[in-house]
């Protein structure tokens, strides 16, 4: 498992452009975002997903899809790719929750990344 980079990411592209990233750290940053923001998505629709869970999941989706768009646009993906990149990462965290196989990235990780992004 990658380390989590998601959350210095969300910082910096939140911050004045007065940091610089390096190229890889934004793509782990990219990662981890829309990552996560397609497990929360697909766990909005799993009949297990506990109720009480549902409208975090529903939020953190939302605002770490809008970060990982920012981020994409910013890295000068046009929007072909970015809906390819979306469809990638759909297809990826679709096969994992099938098959039972482990994400990627915890449900703690993601929650921090979430964090993060909203400023918590």
Do not use: N, W
Not at 52 to 68: C, G, I, M, R, T
Not at 88 to 112: H, I, M, N, P
Request: negative net charge; aromatic residues 8%.
């Amino acid at each position: 498992m990658r380390r989590l980079l998601l959350v210095p990411t969300l910082l910096l592209l939140s911050a004045p452009a007065a940091f610089a990233q390096t190229e890889q750290e934004v793509l782990d940053g990219i990662d981890t975002a829309l990552y996560c923001a397609t497990t929360y998505a697909m766990a909005t629709q799993m009949p297990q997903a506990p109720a009480e869970k549902l409208p975090h999941y529903e939020e953190a989706s939302q605002k770490l899809f809008e970060v990982a768009y920012a981020a994409m646009v910013a890295s000068g993906f046009d929007q072909p790719k970015i809906d390819e990149v979306a469809a990638a990462y759909s297809d990826e965290v679709s096969t994992a929750l099938t098959s039972g196989t482990d994400l990627r990235f915890t449900e703690e990780q993601c929650d921090a990344g979430y964090a993060a992004a909203v400023g918590q």
